[in-house]
Protein backbone atom coordinates (compact mmCIF):
# COMPACT_ATOMS: atom_id res chain seq x y z
CA UNK A 1 0.00 0.00 0.00
CA UNK A 2 3.07 2.35 0.40
CA UNK A 3 3.61 2.20 -2.99
CA UNK A 4 0.37 2.95 -3.97
CA UNK A 5 -0.13 5.84 -1.99
CA UNK A 6 3.40 7.34 -3.42
CA UNK A 7 2.40 6.51 -7.37
CA UNK A 8 -1.04 8.20 -6.48
CA UNK A 9 0.92 11.35 -4.97
CA UNK A 10 3.75 11.49 -7.86
CA UNK A 11 0.54 11.09 -10.20
CA UNK A 12 -1.20 14.76 -8.88
CA UNK A 13 2.06 15.85 -8.27
CA UNK A 14 3.00 15.62 -11.90
CA UNK A 15 -0.30 17.02 -13.12
CA UNK A 16 -0.36 20.86 -14.31
CA UNK A 17 -1.19 23.55 -11.06
CA UNK A 18 -3.98 25.21 -13.72
CA UNK A 19 -5.39 21.45 -14.36
CA UNK A 20 -5.46 20.55 -10.40
CA UNK A 21 -7.45 24.01 -9.94
CA UNK A 22 -9.65 23.91 -12.68
CA UNK A 23 -13.49 23.77 -11.69
CA UNK A 24 -14.87 25.67 -15.09
CA UNK A 25 -15.92 21.75 -16.16
CA UNK A 26 -17.93 21.94 -13.52
CA UNK A 27 -20.03 25.10 -13.93
CA UNK A 28 -23.06 25.55 -16.35
CA UNK A 29 -21.89 25.84 -19.96
CA UNK A 30 -23.71 29.01 -21.93
CA UNK A 31 -23.92 26.51 -24.90
CA UNK A 32 -26.13 24.27 -23.77
CA UNK A 33 -28.38 26.69 -22.37
CA UNK A 34 -29.27 28.77 -25.32
CA UNK A 35 -32.77 27.37 -25.34
CA UNK A 36 -33.96 27.14 -21.69
CA UNK A 37 -33.26 23.98 -19.67
CA UNK A 38 -35.17 23.43 -16.43
CA UNK A 39 -33.23 22.00 -13.55
CA UNK A 40 -35.93 20.03 -11.03
CA UNK A 41 -34.22 20.39 -7.36
CA UNK A 42 -36.18 17.76 -5.27
CA UNK A 43 -36.36 18.52 -1.43
CA UNK A 44 -35.64 15.33 0.14
CA UNK A 45 -36.88 16.20 3.79
CA UNK A 46 -40.16 17.93 2.62
CA UNK A 47 -41.30 17.53 -1.16
CA UNK A 48 -43.23 20.85 -1.05
CA UNK A 49 -40.21 22.78 -0.58
CA UNK A 50 -38.92 21.16 -3.88
CA UNK A 51 -37.19 24.14 -6.40
CA UNK A 52 -37.46 24.55 -10.19
CA UNK A 53 -34.38 26.21 -11.40
CA UNK A 54 -35.01 28.27 -15.19
CA UNK A 55 -31.52 28.84 -16.94
CA UNK A 56 -31.49 30.58 -20.17
CA UNK A 57 -27.88 31.78 -21.93
CA UNK A 58 -28.40 35.11 -23.66
CA UNK A 59 -25.27 34.89 -26.39
CA UNK A 60 -21.93 33.36 -25.13
CA UNK A 61 -21.85 35.93 -22.39
CA UNK A 62 -24.91 36.15 -20.15
CA UNK A 63 -27.17 33.78 -18.45
CA UNK A 64 -30.50 34.46 -16.47
CA UNK A 65 -30.91 31.72 -13.32
CA UNK A 66 -34.76 31.95 -12.01
CA UNK A 67 -35.33 30.01 -9.06
CA UNK A 68 -39.30 29.51 -8.60
CA UNK A 69 -41.81 27.41 -6.05
CA UNK A 70 -43.46 24.37 -6.46
CA UNK A 71 -46.64 27.12 -7.28
CA UNK A 72 -44.88 28.99 -10.20
CA UNK A 73 -43.73 32.04 -8.17
CA UNK A 74 -40.58 33.77 -8.53
CA UNK A 75 -38.16 33.42 -5.74
CA UNK A 76 -35.03 34.38 -7.34
CA UNK A 77 -33.48 35.71 -10.29
CA UNK A 78 -29.96 36.08 -11.12
CA UNK A 79 -28.01 37.59 -13.96
CA UNK A 80 -24.34 36.54 -14.84
CA UNK A 81 -21.78 37.37 -16.69
CA UNK A 82 -18.82 34.83 -18.41
CA UNK A 83 -15.36 36.21 -18.69
CA UNK A 84 -12.38 34.72 -18.81
CA UNK A 85 -12.01 34.36 -14.84
CA UNK A 86 -15.36 33.01 -14.06
CA UNK A 87 -18.70 33.55 -13.59
CA UNK A 88 -19.66 37.10 -12.21
CA UNK A 89 -23.31 38.72 -10.83
CA UNK A 90 -24.45 41.28 -12.74
CA UNK A 91 -27.75 41.67 -11.08
CA UNK A 92 -30.00 40.01 -8.41
CA UNK A 93 -33.44 40.04 -7.53
CA UNK A 94 -35.62 38.59 -4.50
CA UNK A 95 -39.64 38.01 -4.74
CA UNK A 96 -41.87 38.06 -2.00
CA UNK A 97 -45.71 37.65 -1.40
CA UNK A 98 -47.32 40.62 -0.16
CA UNK A 99 -51.14 39.46 0.03
CA UNK A 100 -52.60 36.85 -2.40
CA UNK A 101 -51.94 38.15 -5.61
CA UNK A 102 -49.08 40.80 -4.82
CA UNK A 103 -45.36 40.22 -5.48
CA UNK A 104 -43.02 42.38 -4.28
CA UNK A 105 -39.34 42.59 -5.72
CA UNK A 106 -36.78 43.63 -3.98
CA UNK A 107 -33.64 44.67 -6.31
CA UNK A 108 -29.65 44.75 -5.39
CA UNK A 109 -26.98 46.74 -6.31
CA UNK A 110 -24.07 44.25 -6.70
CA UNK A 111 -20.64 45.56 -4.80
CA UNK A 112 -18.27 45.89 -8.43
CA UNK A 113 -14.98 44.49 -6.34
CA UNK A 114 -16.84 41.64 -4.54
CA UNK A 115 -19.45 39.90 -7.88
CA UNK A 116 -17.56 36.67 -8.24
CA UNK A 117 -20.11 33.64 -8.56
CA UNK A 118 -18.11 30.86 -9.62
CA UNK A 119 -14.17 31.27 -10.54
CA UNK A 120 -12.81 29.16 -13.31
CA UNK A 121 -9.52 28.54 -11.30
CA UNK A 122 -9.87 28.27 -7.61
CA UNK A 123 -7.81 30.66 -5.71
CA UNK A 124 -9.10 30.82 -1.90
CA UNK A 125 -12.03 31.78 -0.90
CA UNK A 126 -14.40 34.30 -3.25
CA UNK A 127 -17.73 35.66 -2.94
CA UNK A 128 -19.97 38.35 -4.05
CA UNK A 129 -22.03 41.09 -2.30
CA UNK A 130 -25.23 42.72 -2.51
CA UNK A 131 -27.30 46.03 -1.49
CA UNK A 132 -30.80 45.03 -1.92
CA UNK A 133 -33.16 48.42 -2.39
CA UNK A 134 -30.67 50.77 -0.89
CA UNK A 135 -30.77 49.34 2.67
CA UNK A 136 -30.59 45.62 3.00
CA UNK A 137 -27.26 43.71 2.74
CA UNK A 138 -26.11 40.59 1.25
CA UNK A 139 -23.39 38.77 1.38
CA UNK A 140 -22.19 35.59 0.26
CA UNK A 141 -18.98 33.50 1.10
CA UNK A 142 -17.85 30.64 -0.80
CA UNK A 143 -14.62 28.15 -0.60
CA UNK A 144 -13.90 24.74 -2.01
CA UNK A 145 -14.30 21.78 0.04
CA UNK A 146 -12.74 19.05 -1.87
CA UNK A 147 -14.40 17.00 -3.97
CA UNK A 148 -16.71 14.08 -3.81
CA UNK A 149 -19.06 11.59 -5.52
CA UNK A 150 -22.33 12.11 -5.83
CA UNK A 151 -25.27 10.50 -7.53
CA UNK A 152 -27.00 12.64 -10.03
CA UNK A 153 -29.88 11.88 -12.32
CA UNK A 154 -29.39 8.01 -11.44
CA UNK A 155 -25.24 8.05 -12.35
CA UNK A 156 -22.36 8.20 -10.48
CA UNK A 157 -20.96 11.76 -11.07
CA UNK A 158 -17.22 13.23 -9.64
CA UNK A 159 -18.42 16.85 -8.16
CA UNK A 160 -16.96 19.90 -6.84
CA UNK A 161 -18.09 20.91 -3.36
CA UNK A 162 -18.61 24.43 -2.59
CA UNK A 163 -19.47 25.43 0.94
CA UNK A 164 -21.55 28.64 1.68
CA UNK A 165 -21.65 31.09 4.12
CA UNK A 166 -24.61 33.76 3.64
CA UNK A 167 -24.56 36.55 5.44
CA UNK A 168 -27.68 39.51 6.11
CA UNK A 169 -26.39 42.79 7.40
CA UNK A 170 -23.34 41.12 8.50
CA UNK A 171 -24.90 38.38 10.73
CA UNK A 172 -24.69 34.94 9.56
CA UNK A 173 -27.81 33.38 8.12
CA UNK A 174 -27.36 30.46 6.39
CA UNK A 175 -24.71 27.68 5.83
CA UNK A 176 -24.88 25.48 3.30
CA UNK A 177 -22.84 22.64 0.91
CA UNK A 178 -23.31 22.67 -2.75
CA UNK A 179 -22.25 20.38 -6.00
CA UNK A 180 -21.37 20.53 -8.98
CA UNK A 181 -21.27 17.97 -11.52
CA UNK A 182 -18.87 17.79 -14.73
CA UNK A 183 -21.71 18.26 -17.95
CA UNK A 184 -24.25 19.54 -15.70
CA UNK A 185 -23.48 22.11 -12.94
CA UNK A 186 -25.73 22.65 -9.94
CA UNK A 187 -26.60 18.88 -8.84
CA UNK A 188 -27.19 19.18 -4.67
CA UNK A 189 -27.44 21.04 -2.03
CA UNK A 190 -27.50 20.47 1.74
CA UNK A 191 -28.92 23.81 3.63
CA UNK A 192 -28.72 24.27 7.42
CA UNK A 193 -31.12 26.74 8.64
CA UNK A 194 -31.48 27.28 12.34
CA UNK A 195 -30.31 24.05 12.74
CA UNK A 196 -32.11 22.27 10.69
CA UNK A 197 -30.97 20.44 7.15
CA UNK A 198 -32.76 20.04 3.93
CA UNK A 199 -31.65 18.55 1.26
CA UNK A 200 -32.03 19.21 -2.44
CA UNK A 201 -30.76 17.09 -5.55
CA UNK A 202 -31.40 17.62 -9.01
CA UNK A 203 -33.77 14.73 -10.11
CA UNK A 204 -35.09 15.86 -13.67
CA UNK A 205 -34.00 18.23 -16.50
CA UNK A 206 -36.45 19.69 -18.60
CA UNK A 207 -36.29 21.34 -22.33
CA UNK A 208 -37.93 24.44 -23.26
CA UNK A 209 -40.95 22.73 -24.60
CA UNK A 210 -41.67 20.06 -21.63
CA UNK A 211 -41.13 23.14 -19.22
CA UNK A 212 -44.20 24.80 -21.34
CA UNK A 213 -46.16 22.12 -21.18
CA UNK A 214 -45.60 21.37 -16.94
CA UNK A 215 -46.14 25.75 -17.11
CA UNK A 216 -50.05 25.05 -18.52
CA UNK A 217 -50.57 22.21 -16.31
CA UNK A 218 -49.87 24.20 -13.27
Sequence with gaps: MRYTYFFIALFVASQPASAQRNLKPYYFDLADFQEARVYYMECEEDPALSTYLVIQAHGDQLSTRTYLKQSMQEVERFVEVFNSEGSQMESLSLFFSEGQDEIMEMRGKVDAGRHTVFPWIKSGSWGWASIMDGSLELKMERKQKGKSRQEVLGKSKKCVRIEDYLYVQNE???????????????????????????????????DASAWKELVKRK
Design 172 to 206: AQSHRFVYYAKEIGLCGIDDFVDGQKKSYRLVEIL
